[in-house]
């Protein structure tokens, strides 16, 4: 398991807590399911990691692809990688 010093896990928990809202306003709780399309969860995480590059965005949309075992065509149900393991798979990728 992960040994993380607390002030940098509360801030990575602050981080996940204003994602997940801005994956819910991009998603304009449109439906109950708490899904995205590929191409707008794209535009949610380049909108809200401004200062990272294409090919970083790119590298998370894969991860949760993977993550959630997806084809190219299906929603990504965002929700589902803030369980614990989806978590530490999707963000290991980020820190």
Request: proline share 0%.
């Given at each position: 398991?992960?040994?993380?010093?607390?002030?940098?896990?509360y801030s990575h928990l602050q981080m996940i807590a204003h994602l997940v809202s801005a994956l819910k306003t991009g998603d304009g709780q449109k439906n109950?399911?708490?899904s995205l399309s590929?191409?707008?969860f794209t535009a949610v995480l380049t909108q809200f990691f401004p200062l990272k590059?294409?090919?970083?965005?790119?590298k998370l949309v894969q991860a949760a692809v993977v993550e959630l075992k997806i084809?190219?065509?299906?929603?990504?149900?965002?929700?589902?990688?803030?369980?614990?393991?989806?978590f530490y798979i999707?963000?290991?990728?980020?820190i």
């Open positions: 398991m992960y040994q993380v010093d607390e002030e940098r896990y109950s399911s708490a590929q191409e707008e590059d294409v090919e970083y965005i790119k084809t190219s065509d299906d929603a990504l149900l965002y929700e589902n990688l803030f369980t614990e393991v989806g999707f963000f290991d990728s980020v």
